[in-house]
């Protein structure tokens, strides 16, 4: 993503977000109103040869689109958060001399945040665990940024908001932006188990929306009230189910390092166990910290119901947890951020 700032801090910010051609962020980008331009790039690392020469080729490609949005765009400052398109975007900003400051959300960076963090005058990071990984000089303690939205929820308006009951546990369960098949799988397995117990707000990602709702209708009566299945929540719907929430099962992308701390939220963290190991070293942030447990993707259908039960019946555990996860929060990120990359324009402002 990149921030282009006027020469005078009383002028209006202009932003272009540069993302993937083929990825969700589009449409998110757009439905917030800032203009989008898409490039097409693909990671090459631990491919075999024959896979990476393509992949290699589109990111090249990609460089050159990324130099003539540059070149028309003209930032005085180039943001990045990581992902496989900021590598063409973050070298086009640093061969056209625009200064890039790299965020690192997780505690452990990807082949692509390590890559360009070379090319980085200042690397923003959510945690003091992450400065281990690159030059102590550029690297600035921030926190995460976390959406306005959620410091405005209020909890009781938005179980009205959902339709929920409002004095019955809560449990929210989600994948990631496209859903956790291995997830859903578990807890429709266990939902009519649970559902005497707790509500259940459940993002499936819209692959499986279908079967999940059948799971529902096939609930009995009294009890398909108390369960609700989304697809998908936007950022303002989502901002809405976790001040309703109580207890959270998800991935530990990471959105976990900021949104579940900010919220003061006591989750189980499942790491998807087939990409690079950040969301397992995530989770053992949180988990290591007591605000969070972590369970593994392939023990799910034994451990899942007994954790979920546990905590539900354990409010104080998790206050407790929630208390914990509260401390890791960085309420001051999103304005951390802002004024480094404010000083990297030589534009004074807070």
Not at 4 to 14: F, K, M, Q, R, V
Not at 105 to 118: L, M, S, W
Not at 138 to 147: D, E, F, L, Q, S
Not at 173 to 198: D, H, Q, Y
Request: proline letters at 6%; a positive charge.
């Amino acid at each position: 993503m990149c921030d282009a700032l006027t020469d005078e801090s009383a002028d209006p910010i202009h932003l272009l977000w540069v993302g993937s051609v083929d990825g969700l962020e589009g449409e998110l980008v757009r439905r917030a109103r800032i203009p989008f331009r898409g490039i097409a790039a693909r990671g090459v690392h631990g491919l075999a040869f024959w896979r990476a020469i393509p992949n290699l080729v589109q990111m090249i490609r990609g460089l050159g689109r990324a130099w003539r949005v540059m070149g028309e765009f003209r930032p005085h400052v180039c943001f990045a958060t990581g992902g496989y398109v900021s590598v063409p975007v973050a070298l086009a900003a640093w061969m056209r001399r625009v200064p890039v400051l790299v965020y690192l959300p997780d505690i452990e960076p990807g082949q692509a945040v390590r890559f360009i963090g070379h090319f980085a005058r200042r690397v923003a990071v959510t945690a003091e665990d992450s400065r281990a990984y690159f030059p102590p000089q550029k690297v600035v303690v921030t926190g995460y940024p976390i959406r306005a939205e959620l410091s405005e929820v209020d909890r009781a308006a938005a179980r009205r908001m959902l339709g929920l009951v409002p004095d019955l546990p809560t449990l929210l369960v989600m994948g990631g932006s496209r859903g956790a098949r291995t997830i859903n799988r578990a807890l429709t397995a266990i939902v009519e188990e649970l559902l005497p117990k707790c509500q259940i707000i459940h993002v499936s990602g819209h692959l499986d929306a279908e079967w999940v709702a059948a799971c529902r209708d096939a609930l009995p009566a009294e009890l398909r009230p108390r369960y609700h299945p989304y697809a998908y929540l936007h950022s303002e719907e989502m901002a809405q189910a976790l001040g309703a929430a109580d207890l959270v099962v998800a991935r530990a992308g990471a959105a976990t390092m900021g949104e579940f701390p900010a919220m003061g939220l006591a989750s189980i963290l499942v790491p998807y166990p087939h990409y690079w190991r950040y969301q397992k070293v995530n989770a053992d942030y949180l988990a290591g910290r007591g605000a969070a447990i972590q369970l593994e993707d392939g023990r799910l259908g034994v451990d899942l119901a007994p954790a979920v039960q546990r905590l539900l019946a354990d409010g104080e555990e998790r206050r407790r947890m929630g208390e914990r996860a509260r401390a890791l929060a960085g309420p001051e990120a999103a304005r951390r951020i802002a004024h480094e990359l404010l000083q990297l324009t030589g534009i004074q402002g807070s």
